[in-house]
């Protein structure tokens, strides 16, 4: 992430401000995608002003994670009102900034939230659809079809790019997202539970356990907590899925996605 002095930061903004177009919030169309420049600028206004809370990649420490916006199908002009505006009841204020730096951190925000769909016209999409559903949907979702262990996958083709998806499933140990993290308890009563931690604070963790009940523990009942490296998804290596047969799932996540 880019960080500026506050000086130049500021510097920064008047220039902008003196070339970018004037942007009013009752529009719906964010004037700044593609704009690398633009992109630019809201990235190091990000990194100034809203890293600490979500991350220097946007995906959350103490605040949520802001790319699974536009995993959720979330239009460009709500994630705007959203930093506009805040969140009532929560630490997210409103921001009394320039309508263009906001559209310039919404354009940032959505860069690094999103790729270009890749289509393979070689998969097979019907036998990528009965693998994902045989493999994939016991813990994963798809349309409101599935489990609820790990990600909505809904739309996971549009916001990861085919590489990154191949790697989750060779390796999914190398690159856990914070709310999928392996953890184990046990209580005091000595009762194990193994899950995925959703949240936790100073003195209390939830958790979705393997059977996908969401459960949450006061700290002063867990007598040991173990977090663990390794993630509870299965490694599909060669030999449990072909290369032939993880194109096929790519390809059916890719349609699924074009068509949300």
């Not at 809201?42 to 995993?71: E, M, S, Y």
């Not at 916001?159 to 190398?174: F, G, K, V, Y």
């Amino acid at each position: 992430m880019l960080r500026l002095h506050p000086l130049c930061l500021r510097l920064l903004c008047f220039i902008f401000s003196l070339f970018a177009p004037i942007v009013v919030s009752a529009q719906n169309a964010n004037p700044f995608i593609g704009d690398i420049g633009s992109i630019r600028v809201g990235g190091a206004l990000f990194g100034a002003r809203c890293a600490t809370c979500h991350g220097a990649d946007a995906k959350g420490i103490v605040a949520p994670d802001l790319t699974q916006l536009w995993a959720a199908g979330v239009e460009d002009y709500r994630v705007f009102q959203i930093v506009k505006e805040g969140v009532p009841g929560s630490i997210m204020p409103s921001s009394p900034a320039p309508d263009n730096e906001l559209w310039a951190i919404v354009a940032y925000l959505r860069s690094i939230s999103t790729v270009a769909v890749e289509i393979d016209p070689n998969a097979d999409l019907a036998r990528g659809e009965s693998l994902f559903k045989s493999e994939c949907a016991t813990c994963h979702r798809v349309n409101g079809q599935g489990g609820s262990m790990g990600p909505d996958l809904s739309r996971i083709a549009a916001i990861r790019s085919q590489d990154l998806l191949t790697s989750a499933m060779r390796d999914p140990s190398a690159l856990i997202g914070s709310r999928y993290k392996t953890v184990a308890l046990v209580l005091n009563d000595g009762t194990e539970v193994r899950g995925t931690i959703k949240s936790e604070d100073a003195f209390s963790i939830q958790i979705m356990n393997t059977e996908q009940q969401l459960r949450a523990y006061r700290l002063s009942q867990v007598r040991e907590l173990v977090r663990e490296t390794q993630s509870l998804m299965p490694v599909y290596d060669a030999g449990a899925l072909s290369e032939e047969d993880l194109h096929n799932i790519l390809g059916y996540l890719v349609n699924v996605a074009t068509a949300n």
